[in-house]
């Protein structure tokens, strides 16, 4: 069952941040950057909150970054009932260099065995899914650095 954007809004999402989601439809790491004076605003924003400019540009950003912080999820909370089987799971904040250090959250994919704060990561993106609640995502990986 695919939704429109404009229905996401129902249970997520501000409006701002659609082009996000339709960039990671389309494959693509997208975030905003303010057209006047180049702030990477994350999350999405309607306005620059530094110079108050409406105008952004969405850049593509490689999908490289670092952990900034971690979570486990232990129990299967009834609004993500679609990833009880997954549980116990880590969801992950990435802060992004690349992006002026935008922190990106995503679910774990893989080893948790270099899993700590600063670790790199890199994203994944996965298609819409019931368990992604028919938005797309970006999964982070870490990577082992030798
Ligand atoms: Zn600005």
Not at 49 to 70: D, L, M, N, R, T
Request: overall charge neutral.
């Amino acid at each position: 069952m695919q939704f429109s954007y404009e229905q996401h809004r129902i249970i997520g999402g501000i409006g701002a941040d659609d082009q996000y989601w339709r960039a990671l439809e389309q494959g693509e790491f997208k975030l905003p950057r303010c057209s006047a004076c180049k702030r990477w605003t994350w999350p999405a924003h309607y306005r620059c909150g530094a110079c108050g400019s409406w105008e952004f540009a969405w850049e593509a950003v490689e999908p490289v970054g670092v952990v900034y912080a971690w979570t486990r999820t232990c129990y299967a909370f009834e609004r993500v009932k679609e990833r009880a089987a997954d549980v116990p799971y880590v969801t992950v904040l990435a802060e992004i260099p690349a992006a002026g250090n935008a922190r990106v959250m995503g679910i774990l994919q893989g080893s948790e065995e270099h899993l700590r704060i600063g670790a790199p990561v890199r994203g994944v993106i996965l298609p819409p899914s019931e368990k992604s609640k028919h938005y797309p995502s970006i999964q982070w990986t870490l990577e082992v650095r030798s």
